[in-house]
């Protein structure tokens, strides 16, 4: 395993380059992003250990990050001041841009992944779900439907100008961007669901993890009950990511300060816990180029690079 540390710096978010194998991204913030400011953390994994290549400072925290999916140099974050910055790594000044256009806390922001689109999708504390032109600097539209807090907003892999959103209403909704609505509204978890993600194999499956410790598994051609239940963490499911090299594992982290793999196809879906950070843990990507490494952060000032045993036996 592999490890950056980060002083003062408490980790909210981490993504992998879509472009360089050994390039990740962190989001971090100031004393647990209640004061202070924020820090982009561009790292690089080397052979034995993870390097700094060059840090960005915003006036306030970054709660998330994600890569341009058209520009290996750019990238995106959500400010604790309602504003999303982009950034480029190549360029000495860094801030290329800053978006304004939510009243609150900005909590997550993915850039989209289908062909001939160009779009980001930010969720904040305002309740809205806001997507703009990263290349003209607009803002496209601006939904509305959560009754709470969105702390996570995730493009469809496979459909275009289609998200999803997590609340702390304890909806799980899909929207439809091109007709500025919410498509599907699901009452996912009777507590406050705090991250989303989509199957990578199919366009119906998303997973939604929640305050109440579980993580469910659904299928949006039949939403009165979710295809899997999964319990295991023992405090609030931060983030939940779908493995990008096997249709039905996943993996979430949780303020319980752990990591856990999941095959929700098995009577016994929990695969592996991993305990190697001591504060809550925020942020969890898989590494696309390298299967079945991946990266997590957490408050504890540590950004970690792995291979969980459970995958590295697949």
Not at 104 to 114: G, K
């Amino acid at each position: 395993m592999k490890s950056f540390k980060s002083p003062g710096r408490h980790g909210y978010a981490v993504e992998v380059s879509p472009f360089v194998a050994s390039t990740v991204a962190c989001a971090s913030s100031q004393y647990y992003g209640i004061a202070g400011c924020g820090t982009l953390l561009v790292l690089e994994q080397r052979e034995a250990d993870v390097s700094l290549v060059r840090s960005f400072d915003w006036s306030n925290g970054l709660f998330d990050v994600t890569w341009s999916e058209n520009n290996e140099h750019v990238l995106v974050t959500a400010g604790g001041d309602g504003s999303l910055q982009i950034w480029d790594t190549a360029n000495p000044q860094g801030l290329l841009q800053v978006l304004k256009g939510h009243t609150q806390e900005v909590y997550s922001v993915d850039w989209s992944q289908t062909q001939g689109e160009n779009l980001v999708v930010s969720g904040s504390w305002d309740h809205t779900a806001k997507v703009w032109d990263p290349e003209r600097c607009q803002l496209v539209s601006s939904l509305l439907g959560h009754e709470g807090v969105i702390y996570s907003t995730i493009w469809s892999p496979y459909i275009p100008a289609c998200f999803a959103s997590a609340s702390g209403d304890g909806t799980l909704r899909v929207w439809d961007v091109k007709a500025g609505s919410c498509r599907l509204a699901i009452p996912a978890h009777r507590a406050e669901a705090l991250s989303c993600d989509w199957c990578k194999y199919d366009q119906n499956v998303l997973v939604t993890g929640a305050v109440d410790c579980s993580l469910r598994v659904w299928d949006l051609r039949n939403i009165r009950n979710p295809l899997a239940q999964m319990v295991g963490h023992s405090y609030a499911i931060r983030r939940v990511k779908f493995c990008p090299f096997y249709k039905t594992v996943l993996a979430s982290c949780s303020y319980d300060f752990t990591v856990r793999f999941w095959d929700y196809s098995k009577n016994q879906p929990l695969l592996e816990t991993l305990e190697h950070h001591s504060e809550f843990v925020c942020g969890l990507d898989f590494n696309l180029h390298i299967p079945n490494q991946v990266v997590d952060c957490s408050w504890d000032e540590t950004v970690k690079v792995f291979t969980p045993s459970c995958l590295a036996a697949q």
